[in-house]
Every structure is written in C-alpha cells, then in structure tokens.
C-alpha cells in the first residue's frame, strides 16, 4: 500500500466536511420546561417514543432531561420533582452552520445520544442532532448526488480534447472572509461541484475537497481573509490558497498532527483541532508553503491527474 493509499477518504467522509449540522438536524422538538414534573416527563417519554429531551426557557436550552435521570427519580421516589432539580445543566452544544463531521468528532469522543443544535446569531435552540440523523442525511444525500452525476457525465479529458491549443486550463477563484465561521466550507463545497461538473475522478475530487476546506478553515480562523484559485490542467488540478494573515512561524511544527494555534474560543465551536496541513500533506501529490510572519501564507498544492 502506498503512503497515499493509507489516506484515501470515502464519499460519505467527503460529505460530512461538505454537508452542515442544519441539514441533518431534527427541528420538530419535544421540550420541556423546568416546572415540568417528572411525572411529566414520563408520559413525554413514553409517548413521544424518546430517551431524552432539552429543556428550555424563552427559547433558551438550560438543560437536557434523559430517561436516566427519570430511572433515577423512580428509584428514589422523586417523581413529584420538577425537571430543572434534577436536569443536565452543562450541556454540550452544536451551531447549526458548522460541517457535519464536527457532530461526528463529538459523538465518537463523548459517546453522548443527542446534542442540541444552537442558532449562531440568536443563541436560540432550533434542533436536536442524533447518530440516526446523520446516517438519514448522509443516505439522502449520496441519492441525490448519484442522479446528479448521471446528468453531468462529462469527462474532463474531452473538455481538453474538442478544444484546440497546445496548452490550456481551467481556473476558477474563491474568495474566503476571515473570521466568518457561519460560511465556513461553502468555497470548498462550491469546488466540490464544479470539479464533478468537470468529470474529474471522484476519489480526486475527494481530496481536493477536503484539502480545500482545510485551507479555507485555517484562513477563516488565523486571518483577515484570503483567496483560493485553481487551475485544472489536463493532467493535474493545482490548488493554490494565499491569505493576508499572521504567517506561519514554525512550519515543521504547523505539520505536526495534532499541533494547533487556535485560541481557546475557536476550538469550543469545534475548530482548530491542529489536523489541517497534515491532512493537506497527506492528501496531496505536491505541496509547497510559502509564508512570511505578520504578512501572509501562500500553499500550493495538487492531484495528478
């Protein structure tokens, strides 16, 4: 197996970069005030065929209620509690606008059920997220995909071949704004689509995709912005992403799985986990950075084709 082999990703880990939480998430909720009893919460339970359920006030989630926690009160003959004496009231939180595969890094780390889904701008509860969700979503989506690769079956080598001249490309440019986590991806996912248009081979586009989103995400968290060009030649897509930022001082380092920069606050809305060169590296035949501190980074890099 070659190195490059080792880290091939799958259309459905492709989709969950692409696809946001808003798009999986249930938004028809059962809730619950604190003044609910829990004999209360036993008939919501039971009919409404959950385990669990948030608990809100003015809108606001304060906590989440669980089937446990009734098994609990049974117990101890506490039915005639109220639900916000004995709820969860440091609840792990998702945004409603970030990828779908930081829904998944949470459940396989916390191994929690449910989480709720939280409105960016209003701080309000619009949904719940659940394991089940996501394998609904994902299913539906590679349906819809698989229809709209049978209308657009062009071939990229074709496009090439009608045209006539000794040398051409292929260039489109994303603009990414620093600091706008609520667009976050949508460069990468419009790449996405254009490269498929294109015919381009879906295991290639997979990479590029993933390698793009990196590159976007580290611009939206580290600067004030920057641009992502790329140019599809007949024999390879290069993917060049350059940023007015902070630059990078280490780069060795910055290549280190794991090593991250990000500030506290962008790593508790699921940011900044320290992967995004290493899996540009890992993902990429070529891969040049050019940076300088306090001015900018420039990265380069591509699939052959």
Not at 167 to 174: D, I, L, N, P
Not at 252 to 280: C, H, Q
Request: hydrophobic residues 35%; charged residues 30%; glycine residues 8%.
């Amino acid at each position: 197996m070659s190195e490059k082999d080792k880290f091939k990703y799958t259309k459905i880990q492709e989709l969950t970069y692409e696809l946001k939480i808003r798009e999986a998430m249930t938004t028809n909720l059962i809730t619950a005030s604190p003044e609910t009893t829990m004999y209360e919460l036993r008939g919501l339970l039971k009919e409404h065929r959950i385990s669990g359920l948030p608990v809100v006030e003015n809108g606001n989630l304060i906590g989440i209620i669980s089937i446990e926690d009734l098994i609990n009160c049974l117990m101890a003959k506490e039915m005639d509690k109220n639900v916000g004496s004995k709820m969860t009231k440091n609840v792990k939180t998702v945004f409603s606008d970030e990828p779908l595969v930081h829904a998944i890094s949470i459940f396989n780390e916390t191994h929690f059920g449910r989480l709720p889904v939280i409105e960016r701008d209003t701080g309000k509860l619009v949904g719940m997220i659940t394991k089940g969700d996501i394998i609904r979503c994902l299913l539906k989506k590679l349906e819809i995909d698989y229809h709209e690769e049978e209308i657009h079956k062009y071939r990229a080598s074709h496009i090439f071949e009608d045209l006539l001249a000794d040398e051409m490309e292929v260039k489109f440019s994303f603009f990414v704004k620093g600091g706008d986590f609520k667009r976050a991806g949508e460069c990468s996912s419009r790449l996405r689509t254009n490269l498929l248009r294109l015919g381009i081979e879906p295991e290639k586009v997979r990479r590029l995709t993933i390698s793009s989103y990196e590159a976007e995400m580290n611009m939206v968290i580290f600067t004030d912005g920057g641009k992502i060009t790329v140019n599809v030649f007949s024999n390879k897509i290069i993917v060049e992403a350059q940023d007015r930022g902070p630059g990078i001082p280490d780069v060795e380092k910055a290549l280190t799985p794991g090593y991250s920069t990000a500030p506290d606050w962008v790593r508790n809305l699921g940011f900044g986990a320290g992967m995004g060169l290493p899996n540009i590296k890992n993902l990429s035949d070529e891969m040049e950075i050019k940076t300088k501190v306090g001015e900018y980074t420039h990265i380069k890099f591509g699939v052959n084709l």
